[in-house]
């Protein structure tokens, strides 16, 4: 009869543990899906103040996963270029990784191309404005005397 007992109570002991650690994990994995949903919002609010603050840009994060170092990868595609960068969950900290500048130096050219050739025709609109009010000026003028 006691080794019943004792086998009843052993029993009990797993399946209190086994609730427990199902409790555990299902806590440990929501835990997890709020880290990757702050990764990914971080991701962007870096890669959107970054890229060019104050401008809209198609900011596309995709995914994150945890690294074997506690931190999350985060992958997203920043005007069609896919980026990496790492999420550290403690500090609350994106960072990215080393990337070419080049098509980002591009795009600051051709913006300031198209700012060139904006105010070069404003310009112009004024000075064909600013000869007409001449010409007004002048034939008020010679109707006056």
């Not at 440990?28 to 919002?41: D, F, L, P, R, V």
């Amino acid at each position: 009869m006691k080794m019943e007992k004792s086998n009843f109570i052993n029993g009990k002991y797993v399946l209190v543990g086994a609730i427990f650690l199902s409790v555990l994990a299902g806590t440990m994995g929501c835990s997890n899906e709020k880290t990757k949903i702050k990764a990914k919002e971080s991701a962007s609010q870096y890669w959107l103040d970054k890229a060019y603050p104050g401008k809209a840009y198609d900011v596309q994060v995709i995914e994150a996963e945890e690294a074997d170092d506690g931190n999350f990868r985060v992958k997203g595609i920043v005007d069609g270029e896919t980026r990496y960068g790492m999420f550290n969950p403690e500090t609350e900290n994106f960072t990215e990784g080393y990337y070419s500048l080049a098509k980002e130096k591009d795009k600051k050219i051709a913006q300031l191309e198209q700012e060139v050739r904006y105010w070069k025709e404003k310009s112009e609109g004024l000075e064909k404005e600013n000869y007409k009010y001449k010409v007004q000026l002048n034939i008020n003028d010679k109707k006056s005397k």
